[in-house]
């Protein structure tokens, strides 16, 4: 007496439906239930991004999902303008977005920079580990599964615009997050017209491209400065990445201090002293970890016998965050002055310039265009003109997009206590001076 | 035992509510309660969009209480962000605001090109006309007012951020109608976070001027880019340019019938006579028009003798309306081509080309930048930078928005039996030879 | 080069897309472009109900295309649900859905009163006329249709589910016009949890009747009450009610003065003319009325002779309508009194009560349960219980839907003239008096 | 250079503003950035809901905001409508509202099953506690501050209605909860049209409570029947019971190992530790606890030699939860042989009942109307009438509300493993034998 249809109500996309009378929605319900997807439910989709917007507490969890089925809407719309769509195409193509996330770590931007790991490895090397159930269920389905998606999230795959929906600036996990992060944040900016865009793709017969008609540009164009607006406003605000630097900083001390034997809770054996003490993880034990250990650690590390450590965990979980001085318009020897002034200023008060002055640099590239290399498909390539349709990179077209270019904020991050000499350097600066 | 509060349930804003107890509310209360108000309500704010977009049926009535509502909101939030606002100043803000669009006729955008005569024009002369309940309003509160709100209205006006909340290029108006228009039309590029603006809003000490803080400029760009896709989706929709073309070709038909007596429907002495034989019309006579009229006329020109207007009145009621073709590609000789091919099809076919072959010219500045004149305050001023913050004007600190740029669209209008012929010849063109 | 996909895009449902390579899409674009549903475009959904909610200007045509998208989207959601569903007979169904309202007229509520005459019975007429192009589009897609979809309308039809999505307490003309008229209005009453209600819905298959899982009987709860609070709140709003009974006066003392030969402005042979001296109309006559002729005809009415027709105009145009005074509470003994003194200072003040005295009286029944009738599969049927579910009637389910009983409202309307008259008369009565 | 204006984005609400400028919006800043307050961060406002909603992750610190702003809302509502407000009442009103839930532990409505205690005593007993800086900031401001707040969430506060804003069945910390929970889930049931009904709110004179005007009513109904469907749909939802009955069985499991030595995973001094031997903690150690506590216990607890801990720990994890099986509808004696049958089949399968066969009850009081005691000021007064407005209990005025009645719900919860002997069971209980 299973329920043949399950129902996923969700904040963004209503409701999801899956049939478990079809074949290729009951795998995803399988890879759904399997232990390593349902730990995605501890894992926050924006890791700090709540201590500058309350609301942003959703997990990758519900956001992989999204981008399921945002992979399924894509698929359907396709099919509606004549696409033809081999059932095992659309089946590998929504398997794959559904597992993207699957090798994300706890609060992953960060740990990556402190572990010198990144997620796509990680989700690439679980796809292919027996141990994990992810990898049995799909193999049980067909031996060549666990290889076709790991080629398919990493661009090699044929046909191209599959691919292209998994991974390009034009995919289905942008799709979902913009929507997701937007709706959470409550910052308006991320929102875009997902069924519009839908309603244009096409694929170019002669290249097996993804492609949008000329009645989806505006609505590409809307997409394009969702996602921009998203990064300036919150991916990269000023409070959230204080905690993350904060956050690297306390990790970064408490390597040290087991490397010195000088660290006192310690859970040996476990996932977390295997990362501490810098030892390669298995892929069940890298599987353990989540949001909840981090925490824990870092609750734990209030009451270690080194002060820094325990300083900035108290700071970290009382939300007691550094503050942040953007010097992106300042010259690197203005900058150089201005760390060697709150240095200065840091170790007067007894904090550890190498713990409490940190360096912040954040950089996007809000659209890939000419000027960028397209190994991976990454150019969006729209239809112009209704007469004469033609095939133009998007950013030939829109002079809006053309105006997206690459940037780069640079950050000073401090406590409190070095915040009044460090705005008085500054302010120092004349304007004439200010690099810009 | 008149209702103290008056509450406007509103599609965009929620409850829009006024206070008999608050003069300047009783004020507002009764200059919306005035026949020349209440006309509004019968002349749609998006004229023919309505053929293109089937919900954009709303009216200028409900624009207007709309614009009026974000202007409380812009003054509420200026007020919180320390600019001080003497009582009569909000008082007259909010009543341009609402009485902005006063002087619309029934199909404003058509009947202007007509009848050679501007709504702004007619706002300000209405204003001041004493036979309108609303001047008598406006002076038995306070004998300049209708002068004092002329002068708001033109721009001629101090503090000049009310001016320019009343018109400029972020006024209240373009506040509630994008938010207006992308609700009614389901096309959600007109979205924006209105909130975040009006907390991004303050004034420049120095010069009076309407600034946006540097925590705005994201939200602003967001607008310019909903008006501007508002343009280019709704406002210029190649069906309803269509449907206005065919509005003025009856209009202008129905003129020169009048003028050699060949005019079957006439009711002598009203103002749509006066209208169809060029004299000039009073405040009241111009006031007792709306869109009732103009529908009740192309009604009866069904059954007209003349056959080219009885067909466009069947063709319009009966929305068969006119193929657009854009041509603004082409070279003008190019267009000259087309156009005298589709002459010979419509005349072979026995259509009159001069009502049945329409140039159509819809061009739109999305930004009043740095090449264009600003006599009218019209360019947006933001703040860059939060350590020295300076005042610049949005296009040097906005890519996308510099790439804004004006431009125009050409179409040529004509029925479906000259289609197949202006298709064939447009394909003709090697693409080589295309103009761009 | 005729485009292949139609998109309509829709305040309510996003996106409606029909497709011209389907035969039934096809079908359903030929009627929407028939002169008929044309004609819906100049016909408000709600008539007067703008004076109370400025937003409600939406037409019934805009209202048509959503019953025919929620009666695609119920449809999609049965066969998903396992329903056999003949193509012939979605299409006959998504064509009434489409046509339901093809016989109303301007203002519609008003005028049947007025004309005694039912929108019901127009549709049925009109769609078996021979010189109606909607009948000629059915016929030639099959001569059985227009009879096929007069019986589903009726309710004569099998399978029965789909005759009750047609018209029936859960049916897609309620489930479009409460999404459509909260939007509009502004009142969020009118929300309901549609794509839920559609996930429930199944197929009854001993009796073939619609009937809702256990799952969705909570969203049908909703529903019935968005319903309730729709009628409560917008349908019967004191304002909409005043300004229809002002409407129906003014025709009827127009049809009086008609039959006098006392009213100035005629148009002879004018479908309005026959209309106003109780001639019968032809379906082409029918079919040529809509809103702007009756605006027209009050417009012009603003200039009769008599005091009495001119007068109300005049007020109706300007929105200075009747007061309403809620006597529901009130016995008959008490209520003749009420009216004996409003009359009394009516005629002191010059106005003949005939006219400016009217009584209205709203009544509905939110929910048609066992103390109903249920000739036309009137009761909402839901299954109770997961273990042995059984199929009970709503209100035997839900104790607050057996709490919504029928009501009705009396009111009486008359000039503010006689306000201050009919307010003192009704504090006067002490509450012990008062009928309930 | 600390900023002057503080500005919350929120999922729900939009913007959140606080002005430093002011006092009392300096005080609740104060109070936000308290250890306290922060931690609520780490607390799920809806516990386990997200096994059965994955959206709903948010944490009771994004809620309390809310409550805060929806209160600040409400007083400057009332204040429209002419009621006096003292600062000092606003202020007190508006900490409370903050504060009300600074007493939850994390998994609050499992963690008092097992503790037997109630969050309320805990919320008193901090705001009393002088060691919380919540407690320090508040007596800095006032020393009778702690005291007001606690008596003004127990109900024992002048004037009346700003108990009721904080405590009652209308008040501020539904009118958030039902909107963010509703949002979160995906599951619109839970909105209402908060706007009309703080439009609606007023204070009777005579009593000084909290009333709705007649024009709220519906607003009101609409609010009470969201909450009803929010806790049958989501509240109540079987796989979030059935996930809070395992943890239950867990803590106790693992509270019962702990007496007999046999708990491998101990910290011992902690927190926890002093939890899990049912010792009492003080403020602080209560204060210390959050989610990733137990999410880390529980992690830890998959390798307990305890084979039922760390089997209950690993299905909870991945979430393979008890199924449920409603048997509110079976007699006691019914019940008692059913779940003689499962027990039986759980045996038999290695599993032992106390902590795999869980029985759950649910109940609510959707609303407490006649019926029920009024010490807390629970009932919701309204007007009736226009002309004579008397105050009614809203049951007497609402048939709807009058049929809201109490309910409880009866499970059985279990291993998939004695499903289908639970299923058959039941199945064969002839229809005719059922409770009711």
Sequence with gaps: MALATRRYSDPVHGIITL?????????????????????????????????AFQGAEHSRFAHSLGVMHTMTLALNA?????????????????????LHDLGHGPFSHVMEKVLHQRHEDWTARLLGAPETTVHAILVAYDPELPRRLAALMAGEFQPRFV??????????????????????????YGRYDLPWILNALAVDAASGRLIARARGVLA????????????????????????????????????????????????????????????????????????????????????????????????FLERRLFKSLEVSDLSPDQIADLRARISGALVARGFDPESYLLEDSAGDVPYFGPYAPDALDRHIIVE?????????????????????????????????????????????LAPAELGR
């Design 220 to 315: 590409v164009e809307e997409y394009l400065f969702a996602r921009y607006h998203m990064f300036r406003r919150v991916y990269f605000h000023h409070a959230l990445r204080a905690a993350e630097n904060m956050l690297v900083a306390m990790f970064r001390r408490a390597v040290t201090l087991a490397a010195e034997g000088a660290l006192a809770f310690r859970l040996p054996e476990s996932a977390m002293d295997k990362l501490l003490t810098t030892r390669p993880l298995t892929p069940l034990e890298y599987l353990s970890l989540d949001d909840a250990d981090v925490l824990f650690y870092i609750k734990q590390w209030q009451r270690e016998p080194d002060p820094t450590l325990s300083d900035l965990a108290r700071r």
């Design 19 to 51: 049939d478990r009378g079809d074949p290729a929605d009951g795998l995803l319900m399988a890879l759904i239930d399997a232990p390593e997807m349902q730990r995605l439910r501890r894992i926050r989709q924006l890791g700090l991004a709540c201590v």
């Design 78 to 98: 396709l099919r509606r303008s004549g696409v033809a769509l081999a059932p095992e195409t659309c089946l590998q193509a929504r398997a794959a977005a559904l």
């Design 163 to 188: 691919a292209q929906l998994v991974s390009s600036q034009l995919d289905c996990d942008r799709f979902d997050y913009l929507l997701r992060d937007s709706l959470m944040t409550g910052v308006s």
């Design 384 to 428: 112009e003109g209704r007469t004469h349709p033609r095939l133009r990179e998007i950013s030939e077209v829109s002079a809006a997009v053309a105006g997206l270019r690459p940037y780069r904020l640079h950050r000073l991050c401090f406590p409190e206590a070095a915040r009044d000499v460090a705005y008085e350097a500054v302010r120092r």
